[in-house]
């Protein structure tokens, strides 16, 4: 499925909602008790994105007489057509933004709430190196392959429920790549 309604998501608290049903079903209070966020503003958000086909109701149970909703993201890409219609790579760009700093937010939150960093359970790290298109593309599918058989893996005795947030983009630096082999060690300083 494309994602085609930006709008929908790019919002903090939705993209919160979003992100905490990828992989499971909530309902609505359970995601107010989650994230901390009034009833009615979690009723709102989710409307919002289940409107615009971003999420899914998985099951339905009465409770007090009352029909509680469960529900959860549906996986989807960016619809390339998107970014062609006017103010279709500013949306993009707003996206990357408000996904990355919600997931951002979720480790600092992780390391705020047990009051110490978690060296053991962290992996925040900029990676940077050169690759043809070639060599990104299969260092690109390698990695993935590697996270979708993780993503396979069923809950069981001491396995955590963990996040790899991956962001990978070309670099805006030019450099002289007939420089990049030299001996640096020859620098004047």
Known sequence: MGLKNFEAINHPARMRIFQLLSHQSLSTHQLAQQL???LPSIYRHVKKLYEAGLLVVTATCQVNGIEERFYASVEGLIDPAELE????????????????????????????QRGAPDLANLAVRDHIFFA???????LREAIYALLQTAEQQVPAPGRIKRRWFVMAHPLNITIDDSNHNKDNNNCAG
């Open 85 to 112: 219609k006017p103010g279709g790579l500013e949306n993009f760009a707003k996206h990357v933004t408000v996904y990355g700093t919600v997931a951002a937010q979720a480790t600092a939150q992780y390391v705020l």
């Open 36 to 38: 901390g966020l009034p």
């Open 132 to 138: 043809t298109e070639e060599e990104f593309i299969r």
